[in-house]
T-cell receptor, first 122, second 110 residues
Framework: EVQLVESGGGLVQPGGSLRLSCAAS????????MTWVRQAPGKGLEWVSS????????YYAGSVKGRFTISRDNSKDTLYVQMHSLRVEDTAVYYC???????????????RGQGTLVIVSS | QSVLTQPPSASGTPGQRVAISCSGS????????VNWYQQLPGTAPRLLIF???QRTSGVPDRFSGSRSGTSASLAISGLQSEDEADYYC???????????FGGGTKLTVL
């Protein structure tokens, strides 16, 4: 069974940094592109970033471009997102999800984890 | 101000059929397949429908999806109380080179 376990969330001040991780199991990790999706309190889902299976192609939402960096370590079956210059509006539960293929565009992705909460507040 | 437009709410009584619409444009729904996500209260979202009309494993056939032009729709027949949830449509947008979501529809079973 595929499992995705997010971690690294917490309370951070505006302008601060945080790195989230997503540990994957039950799948051939490098065969799947991965993505981060977030949900602000009481709000809808928002795509954040995606990365191809081998990590060579990355995509970002306009709201995080230049501040967030997605990466992966296929030797550790782990996905990351490094977040800098955090803003109050980045407060959300962050979910990781696997794509159906190793290409990080189109198709579909499937969130499997419970998410990790990031709170940006002074 | 989501790129995809969904009604904020929908409702029905047990046994009824309800449909949730998702409207986009040529660069997103008009060019790519649509996925639907279900989020039960207090839980993480899960993939419900992919490739416009394919049900994820374990999803009952009461759920069906369709796409036509720049719009998509999720239909739920034989409505049950456990269907009460938030539903989101999503697709790739060629102009943005990224994924776009609808604002979500809160389904209430009366």
């Amino acid at each position: 069974e595929v499992q995705l376990v997010e971690s690294g969330g917490g309370l951070v001040q505006p302008g601060g940094s945080l790195r989230l991780s997503c540990a994957a199991s039950g799948l051939t990790f490098d065969s799947h592109a991965m993505t981060w999706v977030r949900q602000a309190p009481g709000k809808g889902l928002e795509w954040v970033s995606s990365i191809s299976g081998v990590g060579t192609r990355t995509y970002y939402a306009g709201s995080v471009k230049g501040r967030f960096t997605i990466s992966r370590d296929n030797s550790k079956d782990t996905l990351y997102v490094q977040m800098h210059s955090l803003r109050v509006e980045d407060t959300a539960v962050y979910y990781c999800a696997k794509y159906h293929s190793n290409v990080a565009e189109r198709g579909w992705f499937d969130p499997r984890g419970q998410g990790t909460l990031v709170i940006v507040s002074s | 101000q989501s790129v995809l437009t969904q009604p904020p709410s929908a409702s029905g009584t047990p046994g009824q059929r309800v449909a949730i619409s998702c409207s986009g444009s040529r660069s997103n729904i008009g060019s790519n397949t649509v996925n639907w996500y279900q989020q039960l209260p207090g839980t993480a979202p899960r993939l419900l429908i992919f490739l416009n009309n394919q049900r994820t494993s374990g999803v009952p056939d009461r759920f069906s999806g369709s796409r036509s032009g720049t719009s998509a729709s999720l239909a739920i027949s034989g409505l049950q109380s456990e269907d009460e949830a938030d539903y989101y449509c999503a697709t790739w947008d060629d102009s943005l080179s990224g994924w776009v979501f609808g604002g979500g529809t809160k389904l209430t079973v009366l």
